[in-house]
């Protein structure tokens, strides 16, 4: 297993980093089971371990935790929080309130005392970006964290709160945890360049768009009937994305591996990439993905994906990226109606 420096941390990872998300109800129910897939990845060399607190509703922490028991000084894991953990409007969101709520439940499930890398799990627009990073700082100096990150920030939101880290003595943002794969490059426009631009390191989710880059998804075939589809139902069954799918089958064909490999090479090959996130449900789906782990892409094969999906583009987003408000709320987009009439 390839490691890596997680940018400027000092802090060595896997190009591989375990993500736990279908641990528990969410796709894996067997404890047992998913304690066994943790192991094995450990045993092959992945140090890197994702989860967080809104997966399973604090389930799958618990299995994290159950299975770095013993082991806990070998793995990175990190964690987030943001996400609705009940319906307490205030066990959500990013307010000192809650971060420093959160952080001690995490840390209890995980069964340690700190956090290597503890996450902003989505952009907040409803809290000051200070007020994140003055908890978050206080946790650092704590001994609780040893790095903070966020997840799914736009570029000028990086920027910001890079420059309120220093206007204010605030530990700064050390990753970020963007959605990246063949058919979602948008972040090659500007998240990326950004994250080299302050050295974060940056840890990638859905590296197989969803599963559309398992080739399980094929164009004019039958639906499956499962969670998954009905969870991001738009982004499996779009047509343009599989129109992609079916030139990067052929592609992945000529090279001699799956499109699987194929895709989670692809990912690891930006420079700017630090790892990229695995999420198998099974032991069968984690030892394929193991397989592939040392692949590596020449620039032929690089030149011909982005024939097929050029750099910086999405295919449309997926289901469930972050959209910011700006795109969500009609007013912030419209002027109202009786300006408009003046206009």
């Known amino acids: 297993m390839r490691i890596r420096k997680l940018g400027r941390t000092g802090i060595e990872v896997s190009a591989y980093c375990l993500g736990t998300m279908m641990f528990g109800k969410m796709g894996n129910p067997d404890h047992d089971d998913c304690v066994r897939m943790i192991h094995r ?6 140090n890197f371990v994702d989860t967080a607190d809104v997966y399973g509703y604090s389930e799958t922490e618990e299995i994290v935790g159950k299975a770095l028991k013993g082991r806990r000084d070998e793995v990175v894991p990190a964690t987030k929080f943001n996400g609705p953990m009940g319906e307490d409007p205030n066990r959500s969101g990013s307010s000192r309130r809650w971060v420093v709520q959160a952080v001690e439940g995490s840390l209890k499930r995980l069964q340690t005392d700190y956090i290597d890398v503890y996450q902003i799990h989505h952009p907040d627009p409803h809290t000051d970006l200070e007020e994140t990073l003055s908890a978050l700082t206080d946790l650092v100096r704590a001994g609780k964290v040893r790095a903070i990150g966020s ?23 050390r990753t970020e945890q963007p959605t990246y794969s063949i058919l979602n490059r948008g972040i090659e426009r500007e998240v990326l360049p950004t994250c080299r631009r302050f050295g974060l390191g940056v840890l990638v989710w859905s590296p197989l768009a969803m599963g559309l880059l398992t080739g399980r998804y094929r164009k004019n075939a039958p639906r499956p009937g499962n969670a998954r589809v009905q969870w991001v139902s738009r982004h499996l069954t779009d047509e343009r994305k599989l129109d992609a ?22 990912a690891t090959s930006h420079p700017d990439v630090t790892a990229a996130i695995i999420g198998p449900r099974t032991m069968d789906q984690l030892d394929d993905l193991l397989v592939g782990a040392t692949l590596t892409l020449d620039d032929d094969i690089l030149d011909k994906i982005d024939a097929i999906v050029p750099p910086g583009t999405d295919i449309s ?10 795109l969500t709320r009609t007013d912030l987009r419209r002027r109202p109606a009786h300006e408009r009439a003046a206009a």
């Open 317 to 326: 987003p997926l289901d469930v990226s972050y959209v910011p408000p700006s």
């Open 245 to 266: 799918v079916e030139q990067l089958l052929t592609l992945a064909e000529e090279t001699g591996h799956s499109l699987t490999h194929v895709a989670m090479a692809f």
């Open 151 to 173: 997840s799914n920030l736009p570029a000028s939101d990086i920027v910001e709160a890079q420059w309120v880290s220093r206007q204010r003595g605030q530990h700064r943002l």
């Open 41 to 46: 990845a450990l045993d092959a060399g992945i």
